[in-house]
């Protein structure tokens, strides 16, 4: 409790500072204005067009390496079982030949999906960094456009007024940017 009265007092003389030091006289003895707008990056995320073509398309390559470790775990399966039918049939050394090729081969499975997995993270980091680049672009559009002196994270903000909301702003200004990304199928290619 202790620790979050705190963060809280830092946070609340944090802002004190920040607001008191707008207060400066211009030169010709007029007072700053101080325009202070706060974003919901979280819903930005949520209902951007951008965003939901990224995860879109995110979301159809895991599909696809899904399927694709599926069709090879099936054959793994059915070689296995038909080795296991073969038991009797197969001399001993012939057995753990088959048996060794087997394991080859699920060995190579298991490599496959770690590679899947570091390329599907990968691909999910690009998509990231391309929004929040593109998003960062789209506020600071509503920051000029609307000659904003300053500009939070509602996650950072405690107590708000609704008129200081600006997400639904920025919202409207990154889907007029970019309505979609296409994510290149080789990333090696990409400079990031």
Not at 102 to 109: A, F, M, P
Not at 114 to 129: L, P, S, V, W, Y
């Amino acid at each position: 409790m202790i620790f979050i009265s705190k963060i809280f007092l830092k946070s609340v003389f944090l802002l004190l500072v920040i607001l008191g030091s707008f207060t400066v006289a211009a030169q010709d003895n007029k007072k700053a204005v101080v325009k202070l707008g706060i974003v919901d990056l979280a819903e930005v995320t949520r209902k951007s067009f951008m965003s939901k073509d990224i995860a879109r398309q995110i979301d159809k390559k895991r599909k696809m390496f899904r399927a694709e470790i599926k069709k090879e775990e099936g054959k793994i399966r059915e070689m296995s079982e038909n080795l296991e039918k073969q038991r009797d049939v197969l001399s001993k050394d012939k057995f753990n030949e088959k048996m060794q090729s087997l394991r080859k081969r699920t060995i190579e499975l298991q490599r496959k999906v770690q590679q899947r997995n570091q390329e599907f993270i990968k691909i999910r980091a690009f998509g990231t960094r391309v929004f929040e680049k593109e998003r960062v672009k789209a506020i600071m559009d509503v920051a000029t456009k609307h000659n904003f002196t300053l500009i939070l994270r509602q996650r950072e903000v405690l107590v708000r007024a609704d008129f200081l909301n600006i997400t639904e702003l920025v919202i409207a200004a990154l889907n007029k940017r970019k309505k979609s990304f296409r994510i290149p199928d080789n990333l090696s290619k990409v400079k990031n």
